[in-house]
């Protein structure tokens, strides 16, 4: 029996330890030589598939491919392109299993977040209609810690160390000069309908006066006047005033705080920047003198302070999804499930996608504070682990030094192009 090769393809917003999971697939998948055979990546994720770029990872070294670990960002790249229903467009995923066909492709594993496990899913039933044997893992990447039957997902901890290291940072150059100077600062975190990493940031407090004094999140109602009363009150007792939000903060009525009136490539509402609303509000209504600064790219890109344990799990789904897949496994995702007791541990289940796909998983609300402005003590014990240890990469000249991929592609054998 000929041996099946392997496809993988990272999709959506990147991680700075999405790179790690891609180690921990293409080592492992090195490992098991009687069973897999080459391991090709998508150029440019799920579209390298429809257009037939595959990228023949075994043209790199293993000194590369280690390497993975500790750089950033999508070293076979990303893309957001969201593959709408088998019934709108059969065409996709057939063209996807006659490229898997042609290259006997028989071990499909998706590294992702919501989208992706739906796709994953979608391809797993569709190989199974066509009677083309597939076995399809989907590997949980996203730094919004939404997806459900796992304890957490890779990508997060390390945008939560960022974003509480950067405000308690940030709050401590504030209050240097809140006599004289910037009364308020606002930080933009991202995280569209679950608050997930604006919460993080409240790590950075260990007591009442430190920063954030004010988080707004997603999940609960903004409501103006009880914000500015609370800003008004800290500057008054503090001398200056904290304030993480995401993204996804919103009124009553669901409306983002800062629509801006278009959608991105997977249907969701673009959003045109709630730090800059809220400092218009804060400066129209009270006066103080502000600053506001956007996290946007560089807390899913900081590397150089990613958390140890993400490094870890990250590698971990990665090598577990391979593991599972030689098993004869199919339609599942590497969970990660929390154990019991004091001290932190994890081990890696298996979870279904069919229970995996299209579930969004919000911050509960005994996680966030009363007041609904900061998180309480059950929120700190549930994130404080997942921050814990560092895994700096190596450095040269006073700079990070990150692998960079041959991206050899391997020649196309179906005679039709498909376009995207």
């Given at each position: 029996?000929?041996?099946k090769?392997?496809?993988y393809?990272?999709?959506?917003?990147?991680?700075?330890?999405?790179?790690?999971?891609?180690c921990g697939?293409?080592?492992?998948?090195?490992?098991?030589?009687?069973?897999i055979?080459?391991v090709y990546?998508?150029?440019n994720?799920?579209?390298?598939?429809?257009?037939?770029?595959?990228i023949?990872?075994?043209?790199?070294s293993?000194?590369?491919?280690a390497a993975l670990?500790?750089?950033?960002?999508?070293a076979?790249g990303s893309c957001r392109y969201k593959?709408?229903?088998?019934e709108?467009?059969?065409?996709?995923?057939e063209?996807?299993?006659?490229?898997?066909?042609?290259?006997?492709?028989?071990?499909?594993?998706?590294n992702?977040?919501?989208?992706s496990?739906?796709t994953?899913?979608?391809?797993s039933q569709?190989?199974q209609?066509?009677?083309?044997?597939?076995?399809a893992i989907?590997v949980?990447?996203?730094?919004?810690?939404d997806?459900p039957?796992?304890?957490?997902?890779p990508?997060?901890?390390?945008v939560a160390?960022?974003v509480?290291?950067s405000?308690?940072?940030?709050?401590?150059?504030v209050a240097s000069?809140?006599?004289?100077?910037?009364?308020?600062?606002?930080?933009?975190?991202?995280?569209?309908h679950?608050g997930?990493?604006a919460a993080?940031?409240g790590?950075?407090?260990?007591s009442?006066?430190?920063g954030?004094?004010?988080?707004l999140?997603?999940?609960?109602?903004?409501?103006r006047?009880?914000?500015?009363k609370?800003?008004?009150?800290c500057?008054?007792?503090?001398?200056?005033c904290?304030?993480?939000?995401?993204?996804?903060?919103?009124?009553k009525?669901?409306t983002f705080l800062?629509?801006?009136?278009s959608?991105?490539?997977?249907?969701?509402?673009?959003l045109g920047?709630?730090?800059p609303?809220l400092a218009?509000?804060?400066k129209d209504?009270?006066?103080y003198k502000?600053?506001?600064?956007?996290a946007?790219?560089l807390?899913?890109a900081?590397?150089?302070?990613?958390?140890?344990?993400?490094?870890?799990q990250?590698?971990?789904?990665?090598?577990a999804?391979?593991?599972?897949?030689?098993?004869?496994?199919?339609?599942?995702m590497p969970?990660i499930?929390?154990?019991?007791g004091?001290?932190?541990?994890?081990?890696?289940?298996?979870?279904?996608?069919?229970?995996?796909?299209?579930?969004?998983r919000k911050?509960?609300?005994?996680y966030?504070?009363?007041?609904?402005?900061?998180?309480?003590?059950?929120?700190?014990?549930?994130?404080?682990?997942?921050i814990?240890?560092?895994?700096?990469?190596?450095y040269?000249?006073?700079l990070?030094?990150?692998?960079?991929?041959?991206?050899?592609?391997?020649?196309?054998?179906?005679?039709?192009a498909?376009?995207?």
């Open positions: 029996m000929t041996k090769n392997a496809f393809a990272q999709s959506g917003g990147v991680t700075a330890v999405i790179n790690a999971s891609a697939v293409i080592e492992t998948a090195r490992q098991h030589k009687t069973a055979g080459k990546a998508g150029n994720g799920i579209i390298g598939a429809l257009r037939e770029e595959l023949d990872t075994g043209k790199e293993a000194k590369t491919i670990k500790h750089t950033p960002s999508g076979f593959l709408k229903s088998l709108q467009n059969r065409a996709e995923y063209r996807l299993i006659d490229v898997f066909k042609a290259h006997n492709i028989g071990y499909f594993f998706y992702g977040g919501g989208d496990a739906d994953c899913l979608k391809i569709l190989s209609t066509l009677d083309y044997p597939l076995q989907h949980p990447k996203t730094i919004d810690n997806l039957l796992t304890d957490n997902c990508g997060f901890g390390s160390k960022y509480a290291v405000i308690r940072e940030a709050s401590l150059d000069m809140c006599d004289t100077s910037t009364k308020v600062f606002i930080m933009e975190v991202m995280g569209r679950a997930w990493i993080a940031a790590l950075a407090a260990d009442e006066a430190d954030p004094h004010i988080i999140f997603p999940e609960i109602a903004f409501d006047d009880k914000f500015l609370r800003v008004q009150r500057v008054k007792k503090y001398g200056y904290a304030i993480v939000a995401s993204e996804g903060a919103q009124y009525d669901g800062a629509d801006a009136g959608k991105d490539a997977f249907g969701h509402t673009q920047g709630v730090a609303t218009t509000l804060v209504a009270l006066g502000y600053h506001w600064a956007v946007d790219y807390q899913r900081a590397r150089h302070i990613a958390s140890g344990t993400d490094v870890e990250a590698y971990a789904v990665g090598k999804a391979v593991e599972m897949a030689v098993a004869g496994k199919n339609a599942v969970a499930v929390r154990g019991k004091k001290r932190y541990t994890w081990r890696i289940e298996e979870a279904p996608l069919a229970k995996v796909a299209n579930v969004e911050m509960p609300r005994n966030i504070s009363a007041d609904g402005f900061g998180i309480t003590d059950k929120a700190r014990q549930y994130l404080q682990p997942l814990q240890g560092e895994d700096y990469p190596p040269r000249h006073g990070p030094v990150y692998t960079r991929l041959k991206k050899v592609l391997v020649p196309q054998k179906l005679k039709t498909f376009r995207v």
